[in-house]
């Protein structure tokens, strides 16, 4: 999978250790504690220009919805746990 999103190893190693924290602790939430993950929708990202959005996201689903963040997600929204292939940014 990672391989063809054109991410780093060191990328890949961050996808495969977010995956297996969300399995063993279950999704963060999006606020902004600790446990969180400093989500916000895409009316409050200044970085959307950049390309800097959920919908670039390897954890983003369609159905507008995170692998690893609970709740919806705004396709133009973001947290601080993005990983976004090189060819989306």
């Known amino acids: ?5 054109n991410l780093s190893e060191r990328e890949m190693d961050q ?6 924290i969300a399995g063993a602790y279950g999704p963060w939430g999006q606020g902004p504690y600790g446990e969180g993950a400093h989500y916000f929708d895409g009316d409050n990202n200044p970085f959307i220009e950049e390309g800097l959005i959920c919908g670039n996201c390897v954890f983003y689903l369609p159905s507008g919805r995170c692998q690893i963040v609970e709740g919806d997600i705004d396709y133009e929204g973001l947290c601080k746990l993005w990983i976004i292939p090189e060819l989306e940014i």
Do not use: C, H
């Not at 999978?1 to 999103?5: H, I, S, T």
């Not at 996808?15 to 297996?20: L, N």
């Open 15 to 20: 996808v495969q250790a977010y995956y297996e």
């Open 1 to 5: 999978m990672a391989n063809q999103l």
